[in-house]
């Protein structure tokens, strides 16, 4: 059978047991490669080398407040697959033929944590005599292998690129990384039930910003990807896998998939008018409502894979032998944030919520010219007051 011609674009089938020989063709070219994972009952990016470190067989159920891995219990049908999430039951239907890899939605990590880490030392020195010698601060920036990228991630990175590297002064730490970076998506085949990609035009397919997407299609007894190349790195990756070229059936069967994801959606934000709209509602009473029930705990920024504050703090080990400066994120929700030469200029849930959210979606636009939210979900599933973006939004637009 004639290769396909690998150009950005072009569509190759790969069969799920070639998934291996991706992963390892990677490795062999000096990626460390992270992907989803399943650590303590949620799907994290760690390390991956084999298949079976992916999350095989598991779903989510996600909701505000709410993330709950289940194993699947797969119905499949030609060219889609429909998952349904029935707990013990499923364990005893889903046979590992039957079992997709892909099958959640995101989870508490994005990939924030490797291009832009929670943690870096960007100084420090040891005492020699009477002074201080300034020591490396033995950063990693090794090649590294985004697997199994969501097409609101691809967004987030889009996002991070040109806050943190794209803009007037770029983050050097982050440029490090980013320069190092190889990406395979792989494109949405249910909706989780916190995401409102689709209405942010950022999912859930991947239609930017990778090396190579996927597109996991379990049909029958038949499990393949059809993979989509996306830059000449990618092109290179996959020219020495066993691929054949996608059918018309098999890219149908994958645009379905796609499809069905985004129709599944149950939340959206019209984000239409939406900075003005804020802008013009710094008084509404909506504030009030929500900073009644806010912790100000900051889960959401933390979870947010666009949030990218951070601060920095000067310490000295307990004898005095070495000193270090340390950048670690921070988050608009605490109150050291804010703390300038005459105080602390949000000392309010109420203001700080606001400052959060018209961020994201108002005067991000004004600095980015970009919205700083991706639609991924994970601040209302991992807010412990249930708070909904969405629905905060909605209310403040039905009377604004
Ligand atoms: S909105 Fe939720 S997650 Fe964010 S600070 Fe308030 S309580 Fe915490
Ligand atoms: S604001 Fe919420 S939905 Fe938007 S990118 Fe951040 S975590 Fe995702």
């Known amino acids: 059978m004639a290769r396909p011609s690998l150009e950005n674009g072009a569509q190759v089938v790969l069969e799920r047991a070639a998934l291996q020989h991706l992963l390892d ?146 983050d050097s730490a982050y440029k490090a990384r980013r320069e190092k970076v190889f990406v395979v998506a792989v494109n949405c085949a249910r909706a989780g039930g916190t995401c409102f990609c689709a209405s942010m035009k950022t999912g859930p397919k991947a239609t930017h910003g990778f090396d190579l997407a996927m597109t996991e299609v379990l049909d029958g007894k038949r499990h393949y990807f059809v993979v989509e190349v996306g830059s000449k790195a990618g092109a290179a990756v996959l020219s020495g896998l066993p691929h054949a070229p996608a059918q018309k059936a098999e890219r149908e069967a994958a645009a379905r998939v796609v499809t069905e994801a985004a129709q599944q959606m149950g939340r959206q934000l019209d984000v239409a008018g939406i900075k003005e709209l804020l802008y013009r509602n710094y008084e509404h009473p909506r504030w009030d409502d929500v ?89 209302i599933a991992w807010c412990p007051a249930k708070i909904d973006l969405t629905e905060e939004v909605s209310k403040v637009v039905a009377s604004g």
């Not at 070495?322 to 300038?340: G, I, M, N, P, Q």
């Open 25 to 170: 063709a990677l490795r062999q070219r000096g990626y460390r490669v992270v992907g989803p994972t399943v650590r303590e009952n949620a799907v994290v990016f760690d390390e991956v080398a084999r298949l079976e470190d992916l999350p095989i067989g598991w779903t989510d159920e996600q909701g505000a407040g709410t993330y709950r891995l289940k194993k699947q219990s797969d119905k499949t049908r030609f060219g889609a697959v429909v998952l349904s999430v029935d707990g013990v039951a499923s364990e005893k239907t889903a046979g590992p033929s039957g079992q997709t890899i892909f099958g959640y939605a995101t989870g508490p990590q994005s990939l924030k944590k490797f291009l832009h880490p929670a943690e870096i030392c960007v100084w420090k020195a040891k005492r020699r005599g009477r002074g201080f010698e300034p020591q490396t601060t033995g950063a990693d920036v090794s090649k590294l292998a985004l697997f199994g990228v969501r097409a609101c991630d691809l967004q987030t990175i889009a996002v991070l690129d040109r806050v943190l590297m794209n803009g007037g002064h770029a």
């Open 291 to 379: 900073a009644a029930r806010c912790l100000t705990c900051g889960n959401c920024t933390m979870v947010c894979p666009t949030c990218f504050c951070n601060t920095i703090e000067d310490a000295t080990d307990i004898a005095g032998t070495e000193a270090r400066r340390v950048r670690k994120w921070d988050s608009c929700f605490t109150l050291a944030f804010t703390y300038t030469h005459f105080g602390n200029i949000r000392m309010s849930p109420r203001s700080r919520y606001r400052q959060w959210l018209t961020h994201k979606l108002g005067w991000w636009v004004d600095q980015f010219d970009m919205f700083g939210c991706v639609g991924c979900g994970r601040c």
